[in-house]
């Protein structure tokens, strides 16, 4: 069976000062789109399987260039409704050196916060699917949101459809007096994939997270530590349950290490772990992993170990990619895979 993954959330306009400027000093921006689903939904496409995004957008220029940007990367987009008042937008300010990257959200009363349930045929969406992606930013965006998600992630259920959801707290959002884990706990339990940074399990499972604090790529983990993490996280998340971690240490704004974690089975499996030492654009490396997470899960259903090492390659690779968007193929991210290091020209 052909494989087609739905992802629901929200676009968002990214504006960004040229090169190192701080947004307190530039008068001009560039111009990209970008917003976690999303992110995810253009990995998919580029790895070559069925991918569609769905969301609300409002009626004007702004949105019909994003919905001409999303189709270019060969997304379904036939289940995008439209309506209210805007699109989203979100300020990046690069980082450099030892002064971290900056982000301005405006983004209250998007579209997709006043979108209701009844607004998505989600029975129509889900014909011919597999699997539906979701995060914790819709349902931090307004309850309307939040039933909206509840309602896909029900029928998705019930139609016999694989559910993903990345963590994904922001806490700028959830304004509308309700906590993420009150609305995302109910949520969860009926998600088959978690994905999620350590601070984000502890928001929402309130179980500490391990630092990981690796200077290098061939620094041993303590893994006993994190299997004592996941395991309290199981325990409140339940025993079928896939969890991903990505871990990255920040050395300065070029020099990072990555990794990442799947418990699954009361099994722990660790990732190859990267250095990265020449950071183009670090934004979307959590949704390209996520993205990674899916494909490996699909082509390698019998090696949870393989599934994980994609996801990782695939993140890493984001890294050196400008935008949010992650623009390599399933077959680039083999190559990382089996490569031991910089393999010079691709001829």
């Known amino acids: 069976m052909e494989q087609r993954i739905v992802t629901f959330g929200e676009v968002l306009l990214r504006l960004t000062p040229p090169g190192y400027l701080k947004l307190s000093q530039t008068n001009a921006f560039n111009a990209t789109f970008g917003g976690s689903e999303t992110n995810c ?41 439209f309506g209210g008042e805007r699109l989203g ?10 002064r971290v990257s900056k982000v301005v959200y405006d983004r209250a009363n998007s579209s997709l916060a006043s979108l209701k349930p009844e607004m998505i045929d989600w029975e129509k969406v889900f014909e011919g699917a597999t699997w539906i992606h979701w995060s914790g930013i819709g349902p931090g965006l307004s309850q309307d949101a939040a039933d909206t998600c509840a309602r896909a992630i029900d029928v998705a259920k019930k139609m016999g459809l694989t559910v993903s959801c990345d963590l994904n707290y922001r806490k700028a959002l959830w304004q509308y007096g309700k906590s993420a884990p009150e609305v995302m ?3 969860l339990e009926k998600s088959d994939v978690l994905f999620g940074t350590g601070s ?9 997270p391990v630092s990981f604090k690796a200077t290098t790529a061939t620094e041993p983990l303590d893994l006993n530590q ?29 020099h990072h290490i990555f990794t990442g974690l799947l418990y ?26 996520a993205a990674g997470m899916i ?42 895979m089996q490569s031991e290091g910089s393999e010079g020209i691709s001829r």
């Open 89 to 98: 937008l979100y300020y990046y300010e690069n980082p450099a050196a030892q």
């Open 295 to 336: 494909y490996g899960l699909i082509k390698y259903p019998d090696s949870d170990a393989t599934a994980l090492e994609f996801a990782v390659a695939a993140g890493t690779l984001k890294n050196t990619i400008y935008g949010d968007f992650n623009l390599v193929s399933a077959e680039e991210v083999k190559t990382l």
């Open 264 to 289: 699954a089975n009361n099994t722990l499996t660790k990732g190859r772990t990267y250095a990265i030492e020449h950071v183009v654009d670090c934004v979307g490396v959590g949704d390209a992993f």
């Open 41 to 81: 939904a253009v990995s998919l496409a580029h790895f070559g399987l069925k991918s569609e995004f769905v969301t609300r957008f409002p009626k004007n220029d702004i949105a019909e260039a994003c919905l001409m940007e999303l189709r270019s990367h060969g997304i379904e987009t036939g289940n995008i409704v």
């Open 226 to 254: 994190y299997q004592a993490f996941f395991e309290k996280i199981q325990a409140q998340a339940g025993a079928n349950k896939k969890l991903f971690i990505a871990l990255r240490n920040t050395l300065d704004a070029n």
């Open 185 to 187: 706990l109910p949520l």
């Open 200 to 208: 984000e399990y502890q928001v929402v499972y309130g179980v500490k």
